[in-house]
């Protein structure tokens, strides 16, 4: 079964407004929670990541929010533009074993 | 220019047959790995590989095999044991395993007929 829980599958926001994109997990032994950024056709790549001991983190227009407490994690697209429409997976990695374990992607459109 | 490199992009089989992906990274990285990817979950660990000439199973090996003889190449074949082979494939290298990220190469699509 799926460790980590992304919502919502799918997206549309216009230009200029902000994405939100939520995951939960119920593992408390992951210690790593990164986002990546996919282009249909390409490989996944690393957009910004958190630990748990920091709640929130921004990158640029790019902002992770950590709950540790309601083991809940969340990517804020600000600004949203044209160039961000891609599919967005969580992660969580595993303290022990290091394994990733992914979300199920969120398909983000952004509209001019 | 250093990456990763899959091939081929895409690959059609017959059913039965068995078919090698290729993945090879000059990233100096020691840590290899294989993901499926299938709309809507995400994408699933098939193996991975610490070090040359050592790899271990992922959540969803059945089906697959690899091999690691040299630390720039982790190939993947698909067996006809693996039920439902159509699929993305990516493969991925991290620096070691304990390295937080990992890079990933630009997948190969799979379709078995």
């Known amino acids: 079964q799926q460790q980590v829980k992304q919502s919502p599958q799918s997206l549309i926001v216009q230009k200029g407004g902000i994405s939100i994109i939520n995951c939960a997990y119920e593992?408390?032994?992951?210690?790593?929670f990164p986002w990546y950024q996919q282009f249909p056709g390409k490989g996944p790549a690393l957009l910004i990541a958190?630990?748990?001991?920091?709640s929130e983190k921004k990158e640029g227009r790019f902002t992770i929010s950590f709950n540790k407490s309601a083991k809940q994690f969340s990517l804020h697209i600000m600004d949203s533009q044209p160039g961000d429409s891609a599919t967005y997976f969580c992660?969580?990695?595993?303290?022990?074993?290091?394994?990733?374990?992914f979300g199920a992607g969120t398909t983000v459109t952004v509209r001019a | 220019d250093g990456g990763i490199t899959q091939s081929p992009k895409y690959l059609f089989r017959k059913e039965g047959q068995n078919v090698t992906l290729s993945c090879e990274q000059n990233?100096?990285?020691?840590?290899m790995y294989w993901y499926r990817q299938d709309p809507g979950q995400g994408l699933r660990l098939i193996y991975y590989?610490?070090?040359?000439?050592?790899?271990q199973k992922g959540d969803i090996a059945e089906g697959y095999s690899v091999s690691r003889e040299k630390k720039e190449s982790f190939p993947l074949t698909v067996t006809s044991a693996q039920k439902n082979p159509t699929a993305f494939y990516l493969c991925?290298?991290?620096?070691?395993?304990?390295?937080?990220?990992?890079?990933f190469g630009p997948g190969t699509r799979l379709t078995v007929l």
């Open positions: 992660a969580a990695r595993g303290r022990n074993d290091y394994k990733l374990s």
């Open positions: 593992n408390t032994a992951f210690d790593y």
């Open positions: 991925a290298s991290s620096r070691d395993r304990a390295y937080n990220e990992q890079f």
């Open positions: 990233l100096n990285h020691d840590a």
């Open positions: 590989s610490q070090i040359v000439n050592d790899f």
């Open positions: 958190i630990r748990p001991d920091v």
